[in-house]
């Protein structure tokens, strides 16, 4: 087991990171955005605990994959579960959000014909949106611990990957189906978008931001 010592040390050095990130990120994206109380949000494959660093109520509908949406979750927000794929939403008719938030989930939905669906989707339903993707250069791959992942040649990182799945094969499936995403590609798939850099020592992530109306 010492060889997954590893994974152990990554959880609990990301864990305060992460929780730092988010709290950084959510202050952000409230100025940024102007939100105000009550206004309809649609979280696309998003968690609902990450909202509890909004501190005012709002409409929150998280639309996750079948079974992945953690619905226990205690929170001051009204928040309704969906079931379904951020690529094809015909459940939500357009324009049907103030917003709509998206925290590291493009990378995960496939191939670019999928990235383009999902984007069209994520414009359809709302002219104003925050976006926000893993940046490819970021010393430590965000998913997997491992730094400069995506500059091993192919054939290694397929290495590590058959060793991690004897013991972590959820996990595993979840690193091989990520597939980073440029800040050219994300500059295509949200042309009126402002592409801001989230920082932490290093660009840590891309952000797409979209507010037409201002909320102001």
Not at 83 to 89: D, H, I, L
Not at 125 to 150: D, R, V
Not at 166 to 188: F, H, Q, R, Y
């Amino acid at each position: 087991m010492l060889k997954y010592i590893r994974f152990k040390l990554f959880g609990a050095v990301l864990n305060p990171v992460s929780s730092f990130s988010r709290r950084k990120r959510a202050k952000l994206f409230v100025r940024k955005m102007k939100l105000k109380e009550n206004m309809r949000v649609l979280d696309v494959g998003g968690q609902p605990h990450i909202w509890d660093y909004v501190k005012f109520p709002l409409e929150i509908t998280c639309l996750n994959l079948p079974g992945i949406s953690v619905k226990t979750h205690n929170s001051h927000h009204k928040i309704t579960y969906v079931e379904g794929n951020g690529c094809n939403m015909p459940e939500f008719h357009e324009g049907q959000f103030d917003l709509v938030f998206s925290n590291s989930v493009i990378e995960h939905v496939g191939n670019k014909t999928n990235r383009k669906a999902f984007a069209n989707e994520i414009r359809r339903l709302s002219k104003n949106y925050w976006i926000q993707t893993p940046y490819k250069y970021f010393p430590i791959e965000a998913h997997c611990g491992m730094p400069f992942w995506w500059f091993y040649p192919k054939k290694l990182r397929l290495f590590f990957l058959e060793r991690w799945r004897k013991k972590l094969p959820a996990w595993t499936n979840m690193v091989e189906g990520t597939d980073i995403v440029s800040v050219k590609e994300i500059k295509e798939l949200f042309p009126e978008a402002k592409i801001t850099m989230e920082w932490l020592i290093f660009p840590k992530s891309i952000i797409a931001s979209s507010n037409v109306k201002g909320f102001s």
